[in-house]
């Protein structure tokens, strides 16, 4: 069996002695739990560990995984530069894990190194299983701004890399959990916090994987969770297996949630394909809503989907309503994809001869030319949902207070420097954050004079 066993284990720093200097006896429980953990790890005897942490290269768009022959690394940041470590990587794993990824136009890979030492997300781990398990290369996985479902498929594809070596493979998810659990915590406390904690230890303690894609990604923020996705990456490394799973411990005594549960597989059961399921239900569900999509996001998608097979935009059809053809207004068009945007682009003011030839235009750029993401595939456009949001006449405000983030949009603007922010977005609950957001969109500093204006909209699709 490829994947042996699987843990999901915190990192925080003071459960060092060196680092706690005393302090770590109060997650006592933690300590003996993550014993226990590398006692199990031992006993598979692995020929690689692999470790995916949210402390090593993060990119939004692509999984980075560490490229040469070894990684170094200490605690000095933490005051113990003498707790250190010498780990040798897998190379034969990484670049099969490479070649599949490259083959199959999956985004991961050894690009982009930036921090060659290795995090305190992987290294707490190898504190404990170096002391039980001195054998075994590592494999350090990053963890992306991309879905939960493209975390879960790396983990399935670091699997089949590991089968078609015959590797031997524990696969270790480094993450604490919410951050948020006490005022006297590292980011005080949020009511989503506790019922992460709770939520997340129930279902790991079940092992029931598919649960992991519905927690929401604005809760998760609010959470302040830190572990999540190497969880999912994890469960897609023990895809289609039987689980058994045992919760060794949870603490929240700092303010930060530790959690300590391990998974060990057994035979095949079809029964956990837990992404196939997932992705069977959202496209049902996707097809279902878009038959009854309105002219104007049926337009839009008309317009992305023509331009995507053929690479020509696409005539004005003859049969739109007239608030299509007779009107003038500046749009936004937004695209998301599993939960997550995909691409957004508009006009602040009409620069086309009537509101149809305005979505049709910007349907194509947000799916083709929006700076922060690649292009949208043929094989992404049935996941893709739309939204298009039509703007009122642009007004001036005198100040913030004016703002109602979830009523209006906001324009920024400094001399030929200009910034827009759509109306009720996820995780905007505040006109100083909206403002603030602006900005940066259009390269203006907080300490820089802003003329504001606001605007509202019709908004067609998503969040209809």
Same mark, same amino acid.
């Given at each position: 069996?490829?994947?042996?066993?699987?843990?999901?284990?915190?990192h925080?720093?003071?459960?060092?002695?060196q680092?706690?200097?005393?302090?770590?006896?109060?997650?006592?429980?933690?300590?003996?739990?993550?014993?226990?953990?590398?006692e199990?790890?031992?006993?598979?005897?692995?020929?690689?560990i692999?470790?995916? !942490?949210?402390h090593?290269?993060m990119y939004?768009?692509?999984?980075?995984?560490?490229? *040469?022959?070894?990684?170094d690394?200490s605690?000095?940041r933490?005051?113990?530069?003498?707790?250190s470590?010498?780990?040798l990587?897998?190379?034969e794993?990484?670049?099969?894990?490479?070649?599949?990824?490259?083959?199959?136009?999956?985004?991961?890979?050894?690009l982009?190194e930036e921090?060659p030492?290795?995090?305190? *997300?992987?290294?707490?781990?190898?504190?404990?299983?170096?002391?039980?398990?001195?054998?075994?290369?590592?494999?350090?996985?990053?963890?992306s *701004?991309?879905?939960?479902e493209?975390?879960? @498929?790396?983990g &399935?594809?670091?699997?089949?890399?590991g089968?078609?070596?015959?590797?031997?493979?524990?696969?270790?998810?480094s993450?604490?959990? !919410?951050?948020?659990?006490q005022?006297?915590?590292?980011?005080?406390?949020?009511?989503?916090?506790?019922?992460?904690?709770?939520r997340?230890?129930?279902?790991?303690?079940?092992?029931?994987?598919?649960?992991?894609?519905?927690?929401d990604?604005?809760?998760?923020?609010?959470a302040?969770?830190?572990g999540?996705?190497?969880?999912v990456?994890?469960a897609?490394?023990?895809?289609?297996?039987?689980v058994?799973?045992? &919760?060794?411990?949870?603490q929240?005594?700092?303010?930060?949630?530790? *959690?300590?549960?391990t998974f060990?597989?057994?035979?095949t059961?079809?029964?956990?394909?837990?992404?196939? @399921?997932?992705?069977? =239900?959202?496209?049902?569900?996707l097809?279902?809503?878009?038959? !009854?999509?309105d002219?104007?996001? %049926?337009?839009?998608? &008309?317009?992305?989907?023509h331009?995507v097979?053929?690479?020509?935009?696409?005539?004005m059809?003859?049969d739109?309503?007239?608030?299509?053809?007779?009107?003038?207004?500046?749009?936004?068009?937004s695209?998301? =994809?599993?939960?997550q945007?995909?691409?957004?682009?508009?006009?602040?003011?009409?620069? %086309?001869?009537?509101?149809?030839?305005?979505?049709?235009?910007?349907?194509v750029s947000?799916?083709?030319?929006?700076?922060?993401?690649?292009?949208?595939?043929?094989?992404?456009?049935?996941?893709?949902e739309?939204?298009?949001?039509?703007?009122?006449?642009?007004e001036?405000?005198d100040?913030p207070?004016?703002?109602?983030?979830?009523?209006y949009?906001?324009i920024v603007?400094?001399?030929?420097?200009?910034?827009l922010?759509?109306?009720?977005?996820?995780?905007v609950d505040?006109?100083?954050? &909206?403002i603030?957001?602006?900005?940066?969109?259009?390269?203006?500093?907080?300490?820089?004079?802003?003329?504001?204006?606001?605007?509202?909209v019709?908004?067609?699709?998503?969040?209809?």
């Amino acid at each position: 069996m490829t994947v042996a066993a699987a843990f999901m284990v915190p990192h925080p720093p003071m459960i060092i002695p060196q680092i706690g200097r005393g302090e770590e006896a109060q997650i006592a429980e933690t300590i003996r739990a993550y014993e226990k953990a590398a006692e199990e790890i031992a006993a598979e005897e692995p020929d690689t560990i692999v470790i995916a !942490s949210p402390h090593t290269v993060m990119y939004m768009d692509y999984f980075h995984i560490s490229p *040469g022959h070894h990684g170094d690394g200490s605690f000095a940041r933490f005051g113990a530069p003498e707790v250190s470590f010498h780990e040798l990587y897998d190379t034969e794993l990484v670049r099969q894990i490479d070649g599949l990824a490259e083959e199959r136009g999956f985004p991961a890979g050894t690009l982009g190194e930036e921090e060659p030492e290795l995090d305190h *997300g992987t290294m707490v781990p190898l504190y404990f299983i170096r002391k039980k398990y001195q054998k075994g290369r590592i494999v350090r996985v990053g963890l992306s *701004g991309l879905p939960l479902e493209d975390h879960y @498929r790396l983990g &399935q594809l670091i699997r089949e890399a590991g089968e078609k070596l015959g590797r031997r493979i524990v696969f270790v998810a480094s993450g604490d959990l !919410s951050h948020r659990l006490q005022e006297y915590g590292p980011y005080g406390f949020a009511a989503e916090g506790p019922v992460y904690d709770e939520r997340i230890m129930d279902v790991c303690s079940r092992a029931s994987f598919g649960e992991l894609f519905d927690f929401d990604e604005d809760f998760c923020r609010k959470a302040g969770e830190c572990g999540h996705r190497a969880f999912v990456m994890m469960a897609g490394a023990l895809d289609g297996m039987s689980v058994t799973a045992r &919760q060794l411990s949870h603490q929240d005594v700092t303010g930060v949630g530790y *959690g300590v549960c391990t998974f060990h597989p057994g035979g095949t059961d079809s029964g956990r394909r837990f992404l196939d @399921r997932r992705l069977a =239900e959202r496209e049902a569900a996707l097809a279902e809503k878009r038959a !009854s999509e309105d002219a104007f996001v %049926s337009l839009a998608r &008309q317009s992305l989907e023509h331009y995507v097979r053929t690479g020509r935009p696409l005539e004005m059809p003859a049969d739109l309503p007239a608030e299509l053809t007779d009107a003038r207004a500046g749009a936004f068009v937004s695209l998301h =994809e599993h939960g997550q945007l995909r691409g957004c682009i508009g006009t602040i003011q009409p620069v %086309s001869e009537n509101l149809a030839r305005e979505i049709i235009r910007n349907a194509v750029s947000a799916g083709t030319e929006d700076p922060r993401f690649r292009p949208v595939t043929e094989e992404e456009l049935k996941w893709i949902e739309i939204s298009v949001d039509v703007l009122g006449e642009p007004e001036d405000i005198d100040s913030p207070a004016e703002l109602d983030p979830r009523r209006y949009g906001v324009i920024v603007s400094n001399g030929g420097r200009r910034g827009l922010l759509l109306p009720d977005l996820e995780g905007v609950d505040t006109a100083e954050r &909206q403002i603030s957001i602006a900005r940066a969109k259009a390269g203006i500093s907080p300490g820089e004079p802003v003329e504001l204006k606001r605007f509202e909209v019709v908004r067609h699709g998503k969040e209809d």
